[in-house]
């Protein structure tokens, strides 16, 4: 397995997206490709399928440690809602940490400092190892940049 340095953090090359993947089929899908050796699983909290990605992960024959876990936050939001956004998404994906948590998209409404500080407050407390943007214009993620793609050792 090839890996990608991500600010001091390590991901599998080659990843499995669950964005059309629901139910049993999602279940089957995840766990198939753990047991062929995919290690990186990503999905969303617009996917709706985050408790059956934890189903799997759960029942694959493979330590959680080994897996690279994704998800995204749907958009920015205020820092008390992207924290219940992502805790929810912990417990849907059953464990304590995601490797990397993104927010899936901008909202103008929301002053993307304050989602970046809520993102930084979950990485200090080790729900996620490593935090971004998905999704965000390239004017954004030039002022985001120093931000949003931090690793805890």
Do not use: Q
Request: charged share 25%.
């Amino acid at each position: 397995m090839k890996f990608v340095d991500i600010k001091g953090g390590r991901a599998p090359v080659l990843g499995l997206g669950t964005a059309r993947l629901y139910g049993s089929e999602c279940v089957r899908v995840v766990r198939t490709a753990l047991d062929l050796g995919y290690r990186h699983i990503e999905t969303a909290e617009l996917y709706t399928n985050e408790r059956f990605v934890g189903e799997a992960v759960a029942l694959a024959e493979v330590e959680r440690a080994e897996i690279f876990l994704t998800t995204k936050i749907w958009t920015n939001r205020r820092a008390a809602h992207l924290r219940r956004a992502a805790e929810a998404s912990l417990r849907n994906l059953r464990t304590d940490y995601v490797d990397l948590l993104l927010v899936h998209r901008p909202n103008k409404s929301v002053a993307l400092s304050e989602t970046l500080r809520a993102l930084t407050d979950l990485l200090e407390e080790g729900k996620a190892r490593t935090i971004g943007v998905s999704n965000f214009p390239a004017r954004l993620r030039s002022l985001s940049a120093g931000s949003s793609a931090r690793t805890e050792s």
